[in-house]
């Protein structure tokens, strides 16, 4: 048996050094504890949303080390601050790999942030949960994709605005990188599919307000019938208070945005988003057993003000499937827990969700929603159960002709 393991030694599930040819690795599983890494942006333009990631990753972790760990191991949390910056999410990432000797890490937001730990993950042959939607177009042996994939919510949006709203003109709003501009592109293809034009496309760098106000007026002059909106971050304050300050209403043109959840409502202004559209997987105010319970959960963990999202839900479901992953493994090596993926399930507070083997995904069922007076958001259309993963869109004619990484798709 091996005390603390040195970075460079592979380690198996008796703390024996292993040589297996792959890239080697120090997690140590030798003693009666197992390290996990939890990246989250604690400061910057990101922190108004992934604070409370990383308090509903924390919650995951608690409640399985009170009942007894994974495989009779304490999850040891080791935490960093990815900063809103992708650069620091790398950095961070590769010393929790490489220091730390975590066996997986839960975290990241923006697509910008993914993208740059990629090659940290692959190179390392590493583990990484990430809880966030995403443009798709990517599907790493090294990733877990916890949030929805293009199919499972960008898809059904557009569903929904053609078939329930009866759009037949869309502006596209976002932040200036990967996740906005590809989900563009991707409504882009839709959209001349589905006889919807797509009348302008504007976009803002992460975090910035200077060019909002424009923006807006844009928008407002624009005539479209509704806004597709891929802001992140602290933009999409000035973008409702801009909104409303030039009289647009949901009645008049309203947005359907897909990166404000619970938690990001106050911080904006329920005044502002009342009637306005989310399209995500999750709600607060999602009716069943396994909600109640998770929502109760985190009110006594953070307070009775406190609130749940997508983001927040799919993280913590996260720890829960790695969790399921090792223990049908009975390893935590990683390519152990890659080959007993596919089939792993949790019921979890959105409901029952399977992970894919092939693509990292998970299903997960596509719920349109409503912001109400009181800052939750009301579910109005939901998919006819889980929707099986597709981030390469390979089930979609309009989607050949687009650009896709041959490393994936």
Same mark, same amino acid.
């Given at each position: 048996?091996?005390?603390?393991?040195?970075?460079?030694?592979?380690?198996?599930?008796?703390?024996?050094?292993?040589?297996?040819?792959?890239?080697?690795?120090?997690?140590?599983?030798?003693?009666?504890?197992?390290?996990?890494?939890?990246?989250?942006?604690?400061?910057?333009?990101?922190?108004?949303?992934?604070?409370?990631?990383?308090?509903?990753?924390?919650?995951?972790?608690?409640?399985?080390?009170?009942?007894?760990?994974?495989?009779?191991?304490?999850?040891?949390?080791?935490?960093?601050?990815?900063?809103?910056?992708?650069?620091?999410?790398?950095?961070?990432?590769?010393?929790?790999?490489?220091?730390?000797?975590?066996?997986?890490?839960?975290?990241?937001?923006?697509?910008?942030?993914?993208?740059?730990?990629?090659?940290?993950?692959?190179?390392?042959?590493?583990?990484?949960?990430?809880?966030?939607?995403?443009?798709?177009?990517?599907?790493?042996?090294?990733?877990?994709?916890?949030?929805?994939?293009? *199919?499972? #919510?960008?898809?059904? !949006?557009?569903?929904?605005?053609?078939?329930?709203?009866? &759009? %037949? @003109?869309?502006?596209?709003?976002?932040?200036?990188?990967?996740f906005p501009r590809t989900a563009n592109a991707i409504?882009?293809?839709?959209?001349?599919?589905?006889?919807?034009?797509?009348?302008?496309?504007?976009?803002?760098?992460?975090?910035?307000?200077?060019?909002?106000?424009?923006?807006?007026?844009?928008?407002?002059?624009?005539?479209?019938?509704?806004?597709?909106?891929?802001?992140?971050?602290?933009?999409?304050?000035?973008?409702?208070?801009?909104?409303?300050?030039?009289?647009?209403?949901?009645?008049?043109?309203?947005?359907?945005?897909?990166?404000?959840?619970?938690?990001?409502?106050?911080?904006?202004?329920?005044?502002?988003?009342?009637?306005?559209?989310?399209?995500?997987?999750?709600?607060?105010?999602?009716?069943?057993?396994? *909600?109640? #319970?998770?929502?109760? !959960?985190?009110?006594?963990?953070?307070?009775?003000?406190? &609130? %749940? @999202?997508?983001?927040?839900?799919?993280?913590?479901?996260?720890?829960?499937?790695?969790?399921?992953?090792?223990?049908?493994?009975?390893?935590?090596?990683?390519?152990?827990?890659?080959?007993?993926?596919?089939?792993?399930?949790?019921?979890?507070?959105?409901?029952?969700?399977?992970?894919?083997?092939?693509?990292?995904h998970i299903a997960k069922t596509a719920l349109i929603?409503?912001?109400?007076?009181?800052?939750?958001?009301?579910?109005?259309?939901?998919?006819?159960?889980?929707?099986d993963p597709d981030p390469c869109l390979e089930g979609?004619?309009?989607?050949?002709?687009?650009?896709?990484?041959?490393?994936?798709?």
């Open positions: 048996m091996l005390g603390t393991t040195a970075c460079g030694s592979r380690v198996d599930d008796t703390g024996e050094a292993a040589a297996d040819g792959g890239v080697e690795s120090c997690v140590d599983t030798s003693g009666d504890s197992v390290k996990i890494g939890l990246l989250n942006s604690m400061s910057g333009t990101m922190s108004i949303s992934e604070t409370t990631v990383r308090r509903s990753l924390e919650l995951a972790v608690e409640e399985i080390n009170a009942d007894g760990g994974v495989l009779g191991k304490q999850l040891e949390v080791v935490t960093e601050d990815g900063a809103s910056e992708p650069t620091i999410f790398a950095e961070r990432a590769t010393k929790l790999i490489q220091s730390d000797c975590v066996a997986a890490v839960f975290g990241g937001w923006t697509s910008s942030s993914r993208k740059a730990m990629l090659p940290v993950f692959e190179s390392n042959d590493a583990l990484l949960f990430y809880p966030v939607q995403y443009e798709g177009l990517e599907a790493s042996e090294n990733i877990f994709y916890t949030g929805a994939t293009t *199919n499972q #919510q960008i898809i059904p !949006a557009l569903d929904y605005l053609k078939d329930e709203v009866g &759009v %037949t @003109s869309l502006h596209l709003v976002g932040s200036d990188y990967v409504i882009t293809a839709y959209a001349e599919e589905n006889g919807i034009e797509i009348v302008g496309e504007d976009y803002e760098p992460l975090g910035s307000t200077e060019g909002i106000q424009t923006i807006v007026n844009r928008v407002q002059s624009s005539g479209a019938d509704a806004v597709f909106n891929t802001l992140n971050g602290d933009s999409n304050v000035s973008f409702f208070t801009q909104y409303a300050n030039v009289g647009l209403t949901p009645e008049t043109m309203p947005v359907l945005s897909v990166s404000i959840a619970e938690e990001e409502v106050p911080g904006i202004g329920v005044d502002k988003l009342e009637g306005q559209y989310t399209a995500w997987n999750y709600y607060q105010t999602v009716d069943s057993p396994e *909600n109640e #319970q998770f929502v109760t !959960a985190f009110k006594e963990a953070y307070g009775d003000d406190a &609130v %749940t @999202s997508d983001p927040m839900e799919a993280a913590y479901t996260s720890v829960y499937l790695w969790k399921g992953m090792v223990e049908k493994a009975e390893s935590f090596d990683v390519a152990d827990v890659q080959e007993a993926a596919d089939g792993v399930s949790f019921d979890a507070p959105e409901g029952p969700v399977t992970v894919d083997g092939d693509n990292h929603g409503r912001v109400n007076a009181d800052g939750l958001i009301d579910a109005v259309w939901s998919s006819d159960g889980p929707i979609y004619d309009w989607a050949s002709s687009m650009e896709k990484d041959e490393t994936y798709c």
